[in-house]
C-alpha cells in the first residue's frame, strides 16, 4: 500500500497546477482501457459506468463486466472504485487514481498519470499498474488518446512485471457520435493483444453508450473476435 500512499500524496500536491476545465481539449476516453474522467476534469464531478465483454468463440466464453464509480475530487484529480466481475463472481476489488499534469502545444495536447491498484480475491495478491497518460487533439475531428506504463507490479515482488500500451484514435463523425480504433498490448508472462474498433453514442444529457466488436489475442491463443458494451451516466 506504499505506492497508493504515495501516489495519492503526489496527486495531491499537483492540484494546484491544474487550470480551469475549459483550458483543455476535448478528447474522448477509450472503451476499454477506461481513464479516471478525462484528462482535466472539473471538481465534482461523478460518473457511474459499466463495461461487459466477452470473446464470441474459443473456451473462454465467460462475460467479463466492471461496475465502477469515478468523482473528481479536485480539479484535474480523479479517484474511481471498480469491481471486476466474470459472470456472477467477483473477482477483483480495484481503485484508480489519475492526476492531470496540464497541457502542451497550445492548449491542443494535454497529459497526465495514472495509478492502478488491484487486489485478486483468488491469489490474494496486491497489483500495482502506473501510467503515463498522452492527448492530443488534431483539429475538429480528430484526437488520440495513448496510455504507457509498467502492470502488475506485485508489493513482494516476486513475479515480474509487464510492460502496458494502449493507443486510440478518434473520429468525431458528428456532436453526438464518435467512431474510435482502440489497441491495446500487454507483454510478460501474460500476453495480451486486443483491436476493438468502437463507436461511441450520446444517448441523453448524461447518458452514453459505447460499443464495439474486434479481436483479441491472448498468450498461446489464436486471434479471437471479442464483442464490448460501456454504458455511462455522468451526473
Not at 500495482?128 to 498522452?134: E, Q, S
Not at 508489493?155 to 473520429?171: K, L, P, Q, R
Not at 467512431?179 to 447518458?207: C, S, V
Amino acid at each position: 500500500m506504499r505506492s497508493y500512499t504515495a501516489f495519492f500524496a503526489l496527486l495531491v500536491s499537483l492540484s494546484p497546477l491544474c487550470a480551469r476545465a475549459d483550458a483543455y481539449p476535448h478528447i474522448p476516453e477509450p472503451m476499454v482501457f477506461d481513464m479516471v474522467r478525462p484528462l482535466g476534469a472539473s471538481r465534482g464531478e461523478l460518473e457511474v459506468n459499466t463495461l461487459a465483454q466477452r470473446n464470441l468463440s474459443g473456451r473462454h466464453d465467460a462475460v467479463e463486466w466492471a461496475p465502477e464509480i469515478e468523482i473528481a475530487f479536485a480539479q484535474g484529480m480523479a479517484i474511481e472504485f471498480e469491481l471486476p466481475i466474470e459472470n456472477r463472481t467477483i473477482t477483483d476489488y480495484k481503485m484508480g487514481l489519475q492526476g492531470t499534469l496540464g497541457t502542451f502545444n497550445g492548449g491542443r495536447g494535454v497529459h497526465g498519470i495514472q495509478y492502478l491498484g488491484l487486489y485478486n480475491r483468488e491469489s490474494r495478491r496486491w497489483e500495482n499498474t502506473a501510467l503515463y497518460l498522452i492527448g492530443h487533439r488534431f483539429g475538429e475531428r480528430f484526437s488520440t488518446m495513448s496510455m504507457v506504463g509498467i502492470g502488475d507490479v506485485t508489493i513482494d515482488g516476486d513475479e515480474g512485471s509487464n510492460f502496458i500500451f494502449n493507443h486510440t484514435t478518434f473520429y468525431d463523425a458528428s456532436e453526438t457520435t464518435t467512431l474510435g480504433l482502440e489497441f491495446n498490448l500487454r507483454t510478460g508472462a501474460d500476453r495480451y493483444a486486443l483491436l476493438m474498433p468502437q463507436i461511441h453514442q450520446k444517448l441523453a444529457e448524461g447518458l452514453n453508450v459505447q460499443a464495439g466488436v474486434g479481436a483479441v489475442k491472448a498468450d498461446g491463443e489464436v486471434w479471437r473476435p471479442r464483442a464490448g458494451l460501456r454504458l455511462i451516466k455522468e451526473f
